[in-house]
């Protein structure tokens, strides 16, 4: 069983930056593919950014240049470096761990263990 927890999330106006971070239970955190997706009011869930237990990324092509995701291992933790935020940016943020880990799966449906979601707002 995995527990995820995010922080980091916040109004920030546009042009700014943020850091959202996710802690982990386990002690298979190494070996998971993990992943940020992000809701909107009144759309779906997107993938944002994931990595995979290699250190593979992968990005939605409108935060390409902008994010950065990464992890510690030894902290059992994953980032999201937020810089250049645009209003088109706001959403719900929510932290994804799939067990696999050797792909980036794009589709909700690949994640068994999900956050309870940070909120971000870009906003002046």
């Known amino acids: 069983q995995v527990q995820l927890v995010e922080s980091g999330g916040g109004l920030v106006q546009p042009g700014g930056s943020l850091r959202l971070s996710c802690a982990a239970s386990?002690?298979?955190?190494?070996?998971?593919?993990m992943a940020w997706f992000r809701q909107a009011p009144g759309k779906e869930r997107e993938l944002v950014a994931g990595i995979s237990s290699g250190g593979s990324t992968n990005y939605a092509d409108s935060v390409k240049g902008r994010f950065t995701i990464s992890r510690d291992n030894a902290k059992n933790t994953v980032y999201l470096q937020m810089n250049s935020l645009k209003p088109e940016d706001t959403a719900v943020y929510y932290c994804a761990a799939d067990f696999r880990g050797w792909s980036i799966p794009k589709t909700i449906y690949e994640y068994g263990y999900w956050g309870q979601g940070t909120p971000v707002t870009v906003s002046s």
């Open positions: 386990g002690r298979t955190f190494s070996t998971y593919t």
